[in-house]
């Protein structure tokens, strides 16, 4: 692996899983608008995936152009997709696909339970919570970890997806590369037809291929209920540890509901070539 920045550890390690592409920053642009924020990446997304891990969200292909999801902008010959005309029941609910406590890890990661309360495993936790820590000889490795566990939501017919792309894709790279700059390569455009979703969770990776020593990463949550999480490393920040979590301890209020399933830790996105190689505004 010659890329040794974590987010990218992250990404290529768990993918392994088979549980989709997993978002290093699951949280949406804090500039989109607050209804997408509140339902964070879902299926019908068209976006890219960002160098640092992210969803680059344009518009949802389910909703007509004046849906406030859709309050950046559409393609002027927009024409939306009514998840009506996917069929019956149109989307598979897994709920829950992964368990409370449930972690998703990549190979060669053990995990043993700590105490909880005064212990000095884990110092200072409420009644109710749980700590996990991981531990591995690994010189990269990756968790993702679901203390509220997480569902899983995909789109039972992709052949609608990929007739409705073929219509549009050329006007979607010339909307996304014009009007937006983004500058996207044919198949560099992403429609979300699956997401594992879940109201809280910890992420860690690092990549240190001259490490030979044990390393380990301690996950500490307050309770479920709550949703207050605490993520503490024995990681040494000089071997290029990094974490992520939500919530944020300390922060109360995000602008917006966070009460309820909507960060996309994983999704399934289906790639859209172009007819020309490479649209670019001149």
Same mark, same amino acid.
């Given at each position: 692996m010659s890329d040794l920045r974590a987010h990218v550890a992250y990404r290529q390690l768990l993918m392994r899983s088979g549980h989709g592409y997993p978002l290093w920053i699951p949280e949406p642009d804090a500039g989109l608008p607050v209804d997408y924020q509140r339902e964070g990446v879902t299926i019908g997304d068209l976006g890219l995936l960002t160098a640092g891990g992210g969803f680059d969200f344009i518009f949802n292909v389910h909703v007509d152009a004046g849906h406030p999801v859709n309050a950046g902008g559409v393609p002027p010959?927009?024409?939306?997709?009514?998840?009506?005309?996917?069929?019956?029941?149109?989307?598979r609910?897994?709920?829950?696909?992964?368990?409370?406590?449930?972690?998703?890890?990549?190979?060669?990661?053990?995990?043993?339970?700590?105490?909880?309360?005064?212990?000095?495993?884990a110092p200072g936790l409420a009644g109710g919570g749980f700590g996990?820590?991981?531990?591995?000889?690994?010189?990269?490795?990756?968790?993702?970890?679901?203390?509220?566990?997480?569902?899983?939501?995909?789109?039972?017919?992709?052949?609608? &997806? /990929?007739?409705? +792309?073929?219509?549009? #894709?050329?006007?979607?790279?010339?909307?996304?590369?014009?009007?937006?700059?983004?500058?996207?390569?044919?198949?560099?455009?992403?429609?979300?037809?699956?997401c594992d979703k879940c109201f809280s969770w910890g992420a860690a990776a690092f990549c240190h291929p001259e490490s030979s020593t044990e390393v380990s990463l301690k996950f500490f949550t307050g309770g479920l209920g709550g949703g207050s999480l605490s993520l503490g490393s024995s990681w040494d920040a000089s071997i290029g540890v990094e974490t992520r979590l939500f919530p944020?301890?300390?922060?109360?209020?995000?602008? &917006? /509901?966070?009460? +309820?399933?909507?960060? #996309?830790?994983?999704?399934?996105?289906?790639?859209?070539?172009?007819s020309s190689r490479y649209l670019v505004a001149p």
């Open positions: 010959d927009f024409v939306p997709l009514p998840i009506c005309e996917l069929g019956v029941n149109p989307i609910r897994t709920l829950p696909m992964h368990r409370p406590q449930a972690a998703i890890t990549s190979a060669d990661v053990s995990r043993r339970s700590l105490s909880v309360g005064a212990s000095a495993e996990i820590e991981f531990s591995t000889t690994r010189t990269q490795a990756a968790i993702l970890m679901l203390p509220s566990g997480a569902n899983r939501y995909d789109a039972k017919n992709r052949s609608v &997806y /990929e007739k409705y +792309a073929a219509q549009h #894709a050329k006007s979607w790279y010339q909307y996304v590369n014009v009007a937006l700059g983004r500058r996207a390569c044919s198949g560099t455009l992403y429609l979300i037809t699956g944020i301890p300390g922060i109360s209020t995000y602008g &917006y /509901e966070t009460n +309820a399933s909507s960060r #996309a830790v994983c999704v399934s996105p289906f790639a859209i070539s172009s």
